[in-house]
């Protein structure tokens, strides 16, 4: 398998005192497909932004490693991130040199052939994160690393991004992080689910056979609900009792 | 309300406009804005030519047409002008290329604003033309005075638009440069100058209009040539004509200093929305 391996150990990260992460143990294998999933301020970018090198662990270690090169790691962000003073191909293309051509091929592959002179701004949202997926792919990373690639897209447009990210890793494989909010989603396309609660791993599910997995599967169905009902009674969650109060904050003053 | 804009619809509806009605108005629109210009010389020259305007207070615009013809015929009108546009294109491209310099040093390291910047503001609240009579003290009447004031107008409105400008460049596509690979001079190239660029420009512009102003009080002070200067040995020989003539120059002058760096400035900026073919209406 391609791909770079990574070992993370007792990795911990504050900001001002609070823990956000506290002692994660992480061991990702050349060419897996993990997805972090859990509530929402768990630390779930933090972990991955220490993973891309952009941010520092407070104490722990992390180690990315591939046999023969230094491993490539390319992250594309929970917000698209473009230039808009760059034409979409100049987006694709950027810190690489003489890379036109595959520019224009991974564009072509992501749907947004003939789009390559355009700006940003005249993109729909859908496209401008296809866009910031080819320009991660473009890099041929050894380890992709997604925040919530495809939060913001409607649910068909997710669905055909889903279709695309897993046909481009057949072709080439590599090892994938993938932080989401979707349960399906992580459970469609990985091979590793890891729930995050209170900047710790609550829980490793290892799914069976060959990714992505049919939609309608019936033991796809059960775990999607198991995981959301036990994310439902995470801390940041709105919880029953929060509900009767924004009721209340809801009502109409007279 | 409903039926305003059905009636509106159908109006439309019944009249398809033709090219040449379309282009027509493209035209009208165009003019526009000359309208007003042309309507308040046309009446200035009704006041001149009916009397209700005394020509000891403001001559009327024929006097003007007169006096610019036989000054160009002597050759000093262009004279005057070349000398005038030569200070400010020298001073302003002093003044701006410093005040680029230090403000993208200040605007990307931490270290050079905690040295320079208090300075630099403190400076910044002297009022330029009280520089004035120490310049001629130091400099007596030559060239050099007239640039370096012109310099001093222009370079702290560009030095505040950059450092503000690079600033104010979004810090997580900066982090996205970084994790793509990008060297610290390409990310200064690709992302941190691009994204002050607007701004950047929002200071030249102003700056152009503190240059002229400059200039206009330096050569009215100590000078033997230029704009200023004329205007100057006008009034001392009770030429109202003449400096009238001097202030459309400035109008016009300015006008276009205006025009051209609107200009470059839908040049450079043409990625940007409010900038691009369609936003140009406005
Ligand atoms: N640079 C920072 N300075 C201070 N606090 C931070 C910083 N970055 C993150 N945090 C805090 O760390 C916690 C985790 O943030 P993080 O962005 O990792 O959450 P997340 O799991 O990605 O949430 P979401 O699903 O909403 O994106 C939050 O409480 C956030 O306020
Ligand atoms: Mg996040």
């Known amino acids: 398998m391609s791909g770079a391996i990574v070992n993370v150990r007792h990795l911990a990260r504050s900001f001002g005192g609070k823990r956000v992460l506290d002692g994660i143990d992480l061991d990702v294998g050349a060419g897996e497909f993990v997805s972090l999933i859990g509530a929402s301020g768990v630390g779930k970018s933090t972990l991955l932004k220490i993973v891309a090198g952009l941010d520092q662990p407070t104490s722990g270690t992390l180690r990315i490693h591939k046999p023969g090169k ?67 792919l473009l890099h041929q990373p050894d380890l992709l690393l997604l925040d919530e690639p495809f939060g913001a897209l409607d649910a068909l447009t997710r669905a055909a991004m889903q279709e695309l990210l897993s046909s481009l890793l057949r072709e080439s494989p590599r090892t994938v992080l993938l932080v989401t909010h979707d349960v399906e989603e992580a459970l469609l396309l990985s091979d590793r689910v890891i729930v995050m609660r209170s900047g710790k791993i609550a829980r490793s599910l290892s799914l069976p056979g060959p990714r992505p997995r049919a939609r309608g599967d019936a033991e796809l169905a059960r775990l999607k609900e198991e995981l959301i009902s036990s994310l439902l009674h995470d801390e940041g969650a709105p919880a029953p009792s929060n509900a009767a109060r924004l009721e209340r904050a809801l009502q109409p003053h007279d | 309300m409903v039926d305003a804009t059905s009636g509106n619809l159908s109006a439309s509806g019944d009249l398809p406009p033709s090219g040449l009605w379309r282009l027509s108005g493209r035209v009208a629109w165009q003019l526009l804005p000359w309208v007003l210009p042309v309507l308040l010389i046309l009446l200035w020259h009704g006041a001149a030519i009916s009397g209700h305007l005394n020509r000891s207070v403001l001559p009327g615009p024929l006097d003007v047409v007169d006096v610019t013809i036989s000054l160009v015929n002597r050759g000093q009108l262009q004279h005057h002008i070349l000398v005038s546009l030569q200070r400010v294109a020298l001073g302003f491209a002093l003044g701006a290329v410093t005040g680029l310099a230090l403000g993208i040093i200040v605007g990307l390291s931490i270290a050079a604003r905690q040295i320079a910047d208090l300075t630099v503001q403190m400076v910044r609240t002297v009022p330029h033309l009280a520089l004035v009579p120490l310049m001629i003290f130091w400099f007596g009447i030559g060239e050099e005075p007239r640039i370096l004031l012109v310099a001093l107008g222009v370079v702290f409105s560009v030095y505040i638009n950059t450092v503000s400008g690079i600033r104010s460049v979004d810090p997580k596509l900066v982090e996205m440069g970084r994790s793509y690979g990008l060297s610290k001079a390409e990310l ?75 200009l470059v400035e839908a040049r450079l900026l043409s990625w940007h929305p409010s900038y691009s073919q369609q936003g140009s209406r406005t």
């Not at chain 1, 808009?84 to 052939?113: F, S, Y």
């Not at chain 2, 660029?197 to 152009?208: F, K, P, S, V």
């Not at chain 2, 009238?244 to 120059?249: F, R, S, T």
Request: contains cysteine; proline residues 3%; charged residues 20%.
């Open chain 1, 70 to 136: 230094p491993a490539e790691v390319r992250m594309m962000f929970q917000e698209d991130r473009l230039l808009p003073w760059r034409t979409v191909l100049g987006n694709v293309i950027l810190g690489t040199k003489g890379h036109e051509a595959d520019g224009v091929d991974i564009l072509c592959a992501i749907g947004l052939g003939g789009r390559e002179n355009e700006y940003p701004s005249v993109l729909s949202g859908g496209q401008r994160q296809r866009t910031a997926l080819a320009r991660a």
């Open chain 2, 188 to 262: 200064i190239w690709s992302i941190i100058l691009p994204g002050a660029l607007q701004q950047i420009l929002t200071g030249i512009r102003y700056a152009l209009g503190v240059a002229w102003l400059t200039l206009v009080v330096a050569e009215t002070i100590a000078s033997r040539e230029g704009l200023g200067f004329l205007a100057q040995d006008a009034r001392e020989l009770l030429r109202l004509d003449v400096i009238v003539l001097v202030i459309l120059i400035y109008a016009v002058a300015g006008w276009l200093a205006d025009f051209l760096t609107r």
